[in-house]
């Protein structure tokens, strides 16, 4: 765990080893928050990336998203995402759940172009495929906002679990 303080004095590179991974696939988001330092908190810090996607194209959203992986695919993941399935228990699912989460996964990703993305964290299988079947109804445009949301509340996890935050004085 690192101090907001000790963010604060890292070098970019240190801060892109740190945060780069906080917004998946994506460092460029990184690279950008490095040079908005000094952050106040950990959430001053979640606040300025999220602004830095919000400010971003629209092009760049669709690819924030599309780096997503698909819940309980046996794809490679990041490590973030591996540890976030798994806590879901996305990981262990019968063969029964599996060919159901796979269909799910292609029917929204045909209707809507970009995988479903749930900050999983906390939650339940079941609750994930109430989600899924649920979010399958939205417009496009509802599930695009729906999704970088999520995004949002996945970094914002990430963060917690490697900045400690001890507001800067």
Not at 48 to 76: F, W
């Amino acid at each position: 765990m690192y101090t907001i303080s000790e963010i604060n004095h890292t070098t970019s590179q240190q801060f892109l080893e740190i945060a780069g991974g906080i917004f998946e696939q994506s460092p460029w988001i990184a690279n950008k928050a490095a040079e908005l330092k000094p952050f106040i908190s950990l959430y001053h810090l979640h606040q300025e990336m999220v602004k830095i996607v919000e400010k971003s194209t629209y092009e760049q959203k669709v690819a924030l998203i599309q780096a997503h992986p698909n819940l309980g695919e046996r794809a490679a993941m990041t490590t973030e995402s591996t540890q976030e399935q798994q806590g879901a228990g996305l990981q262990n699912l019968s063969p029964e759940e599996y060919k159901e989460i796979i269909s799910l996964n292609q029917e929204y990703m045909k209707k809507f172009g970009f995988p479903f993305i749930l900050a999983v964290r906390g939650k339940t299988k079941q609750q994930i495929f109430e989600a899924m079947k649920e979010r399958i109804h939205h417009s496009k445009e509802l599930e695009f906002n729906t999704a970088l949301s999520e995004i949002y509340q996945i970094a914002l996890l990430r963060l917690e679990e490697k900045i400690t935050d001890i507001p800067v004085m």
